[in-house]
């Protein structure tokens, strides 16, 4: 079988975006060996996509358009492969109701165009978006198969995995069950990573693998097919044992849609415990990506955002001296943010974050030098230097993703 994968948004073809998408599709058909000879992009205009499709159909089984499923009067795939097919488009009424919702949280009126995203193809399989509000679409002919999904990746790379997936060995003729077992790591690179499982990689076959930067996590995925989905998982586990073994302090958890800060939450949820932090270098950061987390509320209270010196003093209670004798970026002003937090909030732990994010030096310390402090009950401050590099945004992502290990790495010890 020949497959196709179209992607659709004239950002691509300007260079303002990666077209990142069309490499999981790939992967994701090789895995089950259909062959994906033709990638093609094409902007947001009917008639060049109708061509396309023609085209497509002319030499490619399987057709996956991926983009153009929004609200927008652009966002024409749905219609365009409708039209093209002579078929008419129908509501899935799970998605209608969710776009419902969304009217109603937002406590806003909604558009008549969004109700767009919620059509798909008559006759066709809806498929869920968990993460959005298109909803994607698989849709048969006599010769040929057409997926529709929605183009930003965060919706893309869960309706691949969950919905799309799991079709395509059949789509493929192949009877095999294919399963899929992500885990995440923290605080290595590509490189790094790459060396210590290099012969694992080299020797792969059934299962395979494959990494993924997530974000600043990297992924490793583990892939097996076999003749059931118990055969599969039994394949991958001993390989996902090695992995994790091998990258152990690097470690965060499973799940391809899951981030550190979630499993940070879940630990704390688990062991009854709560956090809360100071932060001047990350600026709140650490607290709103805690936050992020549903759920969050059980475990975090509140904290504080004390960028400048006197507001350390005046809201933290931090002694002037302190920070005269050691300097703001500090192992000792690091732990006075973490253990007076702790003690003004009442948590379990507190967590303090110090640094200098650029774009000049502070204080004759480099730029990238980071200090966080993690205060425990009845226990001595822990307090890390690190030196991060990047951008001064990236810099303050790395720093909350490091006080998140930090945290993550003390929970797992109980």
Same mark, same amino acid.
């Given at each position: 079988m020949k497959a196709e994968i179209?992607?659709?948004?004239?950002?691509?073809?300007?260079?303002? +975006?990666?077209?990142?998408? %069309?490499?999981?599709?790939?992967?994701?058909?090789?895995?089950?060996? +259909?062959?994906?000879?033709?990638?093609?992009?094409?902007?947001?205009?009917?008639?060049?996509?109708?061509d396309a499709i023609a085209i497509a159909e002319g030499r490619s089984d399987l057709l996956i358009l991926i983009g153009g499923l929004g609200p927008t009067p652009d966002d024409l795939t749905k219609q365009t492969l409708a039209e093209h097919l002579a078929v008419k488009l129908v509501e899935d009424q799970d998605a209608l109701a969710k776009l419902q919702q969304w009217?109603?949280?937002?406590?806003?009126?909604m558009p008549a165009n969004n109700l767009a995203q919620?059509?798909?193809? %008559?006759?066709?399989?809806?498929?869920?978006?968990?993460?959005?509000?298109?909803?994607?679409?698989?849709? &048969?002919?006599?010769?040929?198969?057409?997926?529709?999904?929605?183009?930003? !990746?965060?919706?893309?790379?869960?309706m691949l995995a969950e919905a799309v997936t799991p079709l395509l060995p059949e789509i493929a003729g192949s009877p095999q069950k294919i399963v899929s077992k992500m885990a995440r790591f923290y605080?290595?690179?590509?490189?790094?990573?790459?060396?210590?499982?290099?012969?694992?990689i080299t020797q792969q076959q059934n299962p395979t693998i494959a990494t993924y930067l997530k974000g600043f996590e990297i992924g490793v995925r583990v892939t097996a097919q076999a003749a059931s989905t118990e055969l599969a998982e039994a394949a991958i586990e001993p390989v996902m044992q090695q992995i994790v073994a091998r990258l152990a302090p690097y470690f965060v958890g499973y799940g391809e849609d899951r981030r550190l800060p979630?499993?940070?939450?879940?630990?704390? &949820?688990?062991?009854?415990?709560?956090?809360?932090? %100071?932060?001047?270098?990350?600026?709140?950061?650490?607290? %709103?990506?805690?936050?992020?987390?549903?759920?969050?509320?059980?475990?975090?209270?509140?904290?504080?955002?004390?960028?400048?010196?006197?507001? &350390?003093? &005046?809201?933290?209670?931090?002694?002037?001296?302190?920070?005269?004798?050691?300097?703001v970026v500090s192992r000792e002003v690091a732990q006075e943010m973490a253990e007076r937090s702790r003690q003004l909030i009442g948590s379990d732990f507190g967590l303090?974050?110090?640094?200098?994010?650029? !774009?000049?030096?502070?204080?004759?310390?480099?730029?990238?030098?980071t200090y966080i402090a993690l205060a425990r009950p009845q226990q001595f401050t822990i307090v890390q230097e690190y030196h991060f590099a990047g951008a001064r945004n990236e810099i303050r992502q790395r720093a909350a993703l490091a006080g998140f290990k930090l945290l993550y790495d003390e929970l797992n010890k109980n």
């Open positions: 179209i992607a659709v948004g004239t950002e691509i073809l300007l260079g303002e +975006i990666v077209n990142t998408n %069309a490499q999981l599709a790939a992967q994701a058909l090789a895995q089950v060996g +259909i062959v994906s000879q033709y990638q093609t992009v094409v902007g947001d205009n009917p008639t060049r996509l109708t009217q109603q949280q937002m406590d806003r009126k919620a059509l798909y193809l %008559a006759g066709g399989q809806p498929l869920k978006n968990r993460v959005g509000l298109a909803v994607g679409c698989y849709y &048969k002919t006599a010769d040929h198969s057409y997926f529709i999904l929605p183009g930003p !990746p965060r919706e893309f790379g869960p605080g290595l690179g590509e490189s790094f990573l790459a060396t210590q499982l290099a012969d694992i979630d499993e940070v939450v879940t630990l704390l &949820k688990q062991a009854k415990l709560t956090v809360t932090a %100071a932060e001047s270098l990350t600026a709140g950061l650490f607290q %709103a990506d805690l936050a992020s987390v549903a759920g969050a509320s059980t475990v975090f209270a509140g904290g504080f955002v004390t960028y400048a010196n006197d507001i &350390k003093a &005046k809201v933290l209670g931090i002694p002037a001296n302190v920070i005269s004798e050691h300097g303090g974050f110090t640094g200098v994010a650029g !774009p000049d030096q502070l204080e004759g310390q480099a730029v990238g030098t």
